[in-house]
């Protein structure tokens, strides 16, 4: 207590200096933190991108494309399936429900997804999500169309607006524009984190409709059907990209992947999404490996930079420490101050950086789940974030014993004579 008194007293003194020094450690606990909280979130958005979903079917071919283009929405797929071996597929036994998805086209290089209502009624992500409608309704009409959350945000668009398709994914300027049929927003999206919030959402029936008078990737040549003949044709899909598949149950997901696998009139794969999934993140194992390093980096600098300010501060003690070894202190008990200054001062920083991050998540969450796709939820403190504060500490401490050290060697005849 005794020391602790004076701890305290020394500590009112340099009141300012120390208010400095716990700022500078909050912000960095805030960083270091946040950064992890970082890391953390774009590992679980990646693997959460989709669930619920027992199987993915599309044509034969690499495992990780298929997931990409039908899941993130990245690249293109070199084939599609047949239209009749989704319907045989969506009326098997062990099925409970499909999701047709067919890409191919885009705006503004969003990329477009033609599906119908079964997307919205059993497409989940996270912990089993599922989509909801932010604004507006679910596709009705034939020219209707949904769009995510980023792209309303970032194209500014809102319900009741016109836009015009593009034939091809990206942003190219050579892509051919549907402009004669043009499309009405009748929905938006919440934000899910996913690639569902950069992607526009239409029929099946549009996407066969906007290219009813196309071939092999281009308009045919004087043959145009308007916008409002297009009802008179079949619209039924010919073939699309691929399917989501539920099962009844789950133990039919091997057996049922094996006779996709070896159908026979269509060239198709089926792959468990969570299991790609998984493989892909440890393919891209270089970035997580490259935020850890980067918080790493963040603390040692802090942490160097509060060891360096410590140091500082003692050449103005050098007359502090003289007088209590002159009345009587042990250099011991200067080391277990300086030691006990500095953990308080990591806790004291460890409380207000961890109370920093969570009011910077609590206001700024929505944003950058709609802008970044990246959930930073901090309303419990996980056995990770735990074990992290601990290892702040710990290394605080550690670092303590250099300034510590350094007040137990000051000489007590050289300090009083300098």
Do not use: C
């Amino acid at each position: 207590m005794h020391l602790f008194k004076l701890a305290w007293q020394s500590a009112l003194y340099r009141r300012y200096t120390l208010i400095l020094t716990l700022l500078s450690v909050m912000l960095s606990v805030f960083l270091v933190l946040g950064v992890e909280k970082i890391r953390e979130s774009a590992a679980s958005s990646f693997e959460n991108s989709l669930s619920g979903t027992d199987l993915i079917v599309g044509a034969r071919g690499s495992a990780t494309q298929l997931l990409l283009y039908s899941v993130f929405r990245i690249g293109d797929a070199t084939q599609n399936m047949a239209w009749d071996s989704y319907e045989k597929l969506s009326h098997h036994p062990a099925v409970a429900w499909t999701i047709p998805i067919s890409l191919g086209d885009s705006h503004h290089g969003y990329p477009v997804l033609a599906t119908n209502n079964n997307y919205i009624a059993h497409y989940q992500y996270g912990d089993h999500q599922p989509l909801h409608i932010q604004q507006g309704k679910w596709l009705a009409g034939l020219y209707d169309v949904v769009i995510g959350s980023s792209v309303a945000n970032e194209l500014n668009y809102r319900v009741g607006q016109s836009i015009v398709l593009s034939h091809g994914s990206g942003s190219g300027v050579n892509l051919i524009a549907h402009q004669d049929k043009p499309f009405h927003v009748v929905g938006v999206l919440a934000p899910t984190g996913t690639a569902v919030d950069r992607t526009l959402h239409i029929g099946l029936a549009a996407m066969e409709a906007i290219h009813l008078d196309w071939q092999a990737g281009v308009p045919i040549k004087g043959f145009h059907i308007p916008a409002n003949l297009v009802g008179k044709f079949d619209l039924t899909p010919k073939s699309i990209t691929a399917t989501l598949v539920g099962l009844n149950n789950r133990i039919d997901v091997f057996r049922l992947q094996r006779q996709i696998d070896q159908y026979q009139k269509d060239p198709l794969q089926a792959i468990i999404p969570g299991v790609v999934i998984d493989q892909l993140w440890q393919m891209l194992g270089f970035v997580e490996k490259s935020l850890r390093l980067l918080s790493g980096l963040v603390f040692a600098v802090s942490l160097a930079g509060l060891v360096t300010l410590l140091l500082a501060n003692l050449n103005e003690r050098k007359k502090e420490f003289a007088i209590l070894r002159a009345v009587g202190a042990k250099p011991y008990q200067l080391l277990l101050m300086i030691l006990l200054e500095m953990t308080v001062l990591m806790a004291l920083g460890l409380i207000g950086g961890t109370g920093l991050l969570l009011i910077f998540t609590q206001w700024l969450s929505p944003w950058i789940l709609t802008n970044f796709g990246l959930d930073l939820s901090l309303s419990t403190f996980t056995l990770n974030d735990l074990t992290q504060l601990a290892y702040l500490l710990l290394a605080t401490f550690i670092a303590g014993f250099i300034p510590a050290i350094r007040a137990y060697r000051l000489s007590l005849a050289g300090t009083l004579t300098s």
